[in-house]
Every structure is written in structure tokens, then in C-alpha cells.
């Protein structure tokens, strides 16, 4: 991994970051003539924008084939759209009841409980639209795969599945660790996977390499959320997590290796899947 | 108009409403291995059905043009799965807070407000997949047509964003006819006109026949709120709809020559068109 330490993934991030803030801009500018505050509502939990996790995933695995990344941007900020929406409903009064996100108050502390929900809405919807502004040379099938993965990455056989059985296992009270996992697998890791999957089928990417980069997509959303959770243990220990069920230094060991796993599917990838490799190693060691 | 009287429309809505249940079993069949009670809260909003509105009439709108019905089939559920997302979502306490639809608890009511967000979430996204089960031989310009017309008909361009301007002008107390119109229009012309442009697009309308199409579904998106607003008057006058803010006479007027200016639009379509200017008609002098 010496190749590694030579590449600068912070500064890589930041004008990854940057490039999709722009496109965002675009694929949901201001609309003074929108259907009352709707369109403002819905930008209101899309900027500013975070560290844009996914849509960076989805460029990066784009550029691991070789593609020019500005084709894999609209999938890209898709899957940032779905993200933001989920946000927005998570937050509401009959989910987790949030006031705050990010240091500011939440959408529907902001809007109403239900201008916040059709943002919500609105944002999933739109999630489409900016889908099908991938390039003009797209074939049929290309497209059809695109929504496909979309939708099954956030609806119920994904995020949104994952979300409900997350719901009945907080009633219950009882999540052991294959519980957990099959949790986060949807309700997480599904997003995680499908921007990586959708980078490599917008550039072409032939079966072999999109297994390879779909089990990188899964690793690395694994290592995500243990490392989210590690980072969580510190300030509530009694939360159901990674370390609350598995100890700290086993979850700990459980990320290592999934990014050890994750690096080796890399491994028939040349230099230009250095991002991806340089993601999956950060990822391990984040403290944000 | 003598042809219409020997079209027997009570047969054809019945037929055709049974197609689209039968489909619609296929495109979101019982799943034991879902995640959790996720497809049975979806499917609890989506059975049994009741006209099956919108998916017949895009249906009918493809058979105007020649085109065999079930290649319509899929983007006609489509609309019907985002109609239903909108009833789960409508009915919720932040919204209309409903306790019953269509003589039954609602969804919330039975699987309380988290998962029923959480349904109307994943009937929206899983219209999307639906959408994308059109036959395979569609261009990538069709599919793209698809999904944004999809889109533009029940996102913020539309049905959401009707919602959202709606909300607010009940809590100004301040609804003018234009704005009673502009209203009604996006949240529920959108998806009517959508619907009926969506199974031209299949077909492979036209620019002219698909214009005259969308002039057809605009007008009875048209009718099909004022005669709603007449039926609803009887049981609540005090309530901003048309007889209200135009008197009952003049939206009976509006509706009559709203229909009159749908089948106008059908003229230099043939006999197949039948189940469309029959449908114009029915929808003047329904009474439920």
C-alpha cells in the first residue's frame, strides 16, 4: 500500500465535494416560480452540503474504470438526492424526533411537519429526474439499470426496508449481532453499494469488474458503519451497536478486515482505483 | 356522439380496473422475506383497489393510438403506485390526520405513523422500478420520457408541489379562483394528464397526437375535480372548491364545456378512441 501514502485523499475529497455541490446547484437551482416554498424547503436540507459520501463513491468508482467522472454525475447526485431525503424524514416528529441536524434546526422545525414531508418527498421524486440527465449515449438497458439500482438500493428491499426493520427491533428491544447486521446492510449499506455500483455501470463496467467493485461497495459500507458506531459507543455506550455487541476490539478487528477485503477485490484494478483504495483505508481510521 | 351510446363504459372501467389489480399482484406481490412488515404496509395501500383511475386511463390513451394495452401496463401502475403513496402520505397526522379511506382503517392507523411514512416512501420508489418493467424493445429516449414525465406529474413540478401550495393557502383562508385552479391543476391534473400522455408515449404518439392527448387529459383532470368538488359541496358547502367560489351553476358550465374541449382534442382519432371520449363524458354526470 505504499501507493497510498503518496496520494492525498483529503484534498481529493474536498474538490470532489466541491465539483458535486456545484452540480447540485444545477440539478436543483432556487425556482422563484416554484409551487409555493417547495423548492426551497427541499435545498434546505440539500445544502450546504456534507462530505457528499456517496455521489464522491459513485465519481470515484466511475474514474476506477477509466470514465470520465462528469458522466457518472448525475447517478452520482441521485443517490445524494435519496440521502437527503432520507435525512429529512428521519428527523421527523413520528421517526427520531429531531430538532437539529448538522447545527441547524431540522427541515420540519423549520417548514412544518408537513411541508417537510412532501421536501422529503420531493426529493426522492426528484432523485429521477437528475438520474435521467445521464448521458445522451446511455443505451436502454444502461438507463433501465440505473433506476433499477436506484430504487432497490432505497426502497423497501433497501434504505427503506432497512429502516423498518430497524424500527421493530428498537420496539423489541432485542438485536443480536446477525440482526445487526442484516440492519445496516439495508438501511445503510444498501445507498453505500449502489453509488458504487452505479459509478461502475455508467462507465462500462464489465461483470467481473462490477462484482469486484459491488463486494468494495459492501465492505466499505460494513467498515462505515462500525466505525460510525465505534465513534457513537464513546458518548452512549447503552446504544445497540458494533462494539455494544461484538466489544470494541472485536468491531474493531471486524473493520480491518472487511477493509482488507474490500482492497483486495481492488486488486486487478490499475492506478486509477487509487481513490477507491484510499477511501476504504480512511474509512478505518476517521474520527469524524 | 351517437357512437358513445353503444359503448358499453360500466363493462370496459370494470375489465380494465381487473387488468390493472391483476398486474399490480405481479408488480408488488406478497413478500414473507421482506423486511419486516414493509410490502404488506405497502400492499395494505394498495388492495383492493378501488377505479384504478389513472392506470386505465392510460391504458385507454394507448389504445386510442393502436397500441396492444399491456405495453402500457407497467408505466400505468407506476401512476397508480405514486397515486397510492399519496393517500398514505395525505392521511397522515401531519397532513389531513385520517383515521379512514375507502371504509377502512388508515394505513397509519394500522401500522402506526413510522411505518406507514416509511410505505408511502417505498410505494413512491417502487413505482420507479415498476416504471422500468416497459417492454424491452422501448428506446433509451422513451424510458427517459418515461420516468421524467413520472416525475414532473407527481414530484414538486406537480402533485407535491400542488400539496404544498395547497397547505398554504388553507392556512391563509385566502383561495381565489385562480388560485383554486392553479391548486388543482398540480395535485391532482398533474398525475390525470401524466397518465394519459405516458400511454401515448408508449404507443409511440406523435408530437400532434401526443399535444391533443395532453390537451384531453388536462380537460378531464378538469372535469374530473370540479364534478369532485360538486359531489363533496352536497355534504360540506363551507369548503373552498368550485361550486363555492364559481356557484354551482357555473362549474357545472365549466365542466361541460371542459368536456366539450376533450373531445375536440379526439376528433381526428378513430374508433379506438371511444373508451376516452366515453370516459369525458361519464365523468360529467358521475355520482360517486
Redesign the interface.
Known sequence: MSRASTFNLKEYLQARAEEVDQAMERYLAPDPH??????E??RYSVFPGGKRFRPVLALASAEALGCERQRAMPIACAFELIHC?SLV?DD????DDDDERRGRPTNHKVYG???A??A???L???A??V??QSPAD???A???SL??E???A????GM??????D??AQKSGQIDGPQLKKIHA?KTGALIRGSVRCGAIVAGATPEQLKQLTVYGEKIGLVFQITDDILDHMEDPEAVSYPALFGLEESRKMAAEAVQEALTNLESFGEAAEPLRALATYLLTRTT
Do not use: K, N, Y
Open positions: 416554484s409551487l409555493g416554498p417547495i423548492v424547503a427541499m431525503f424524514h421527523l416528529p413520528c421517526m411537519e408537513d411541508v414531508l412532501l422529503g418527498d420531493g426522492s421524486l426528484w429521477f429526474e438520474a435521467m446511455l443505451s436502454a444502461t438507463l433501465r433506476v433499477r436506484l430504487v432497490a432505497s426502497g423497501h428491499p427503506v426496508g432497512g429502516q423498518v426493520i424500527l421493530a439495508a
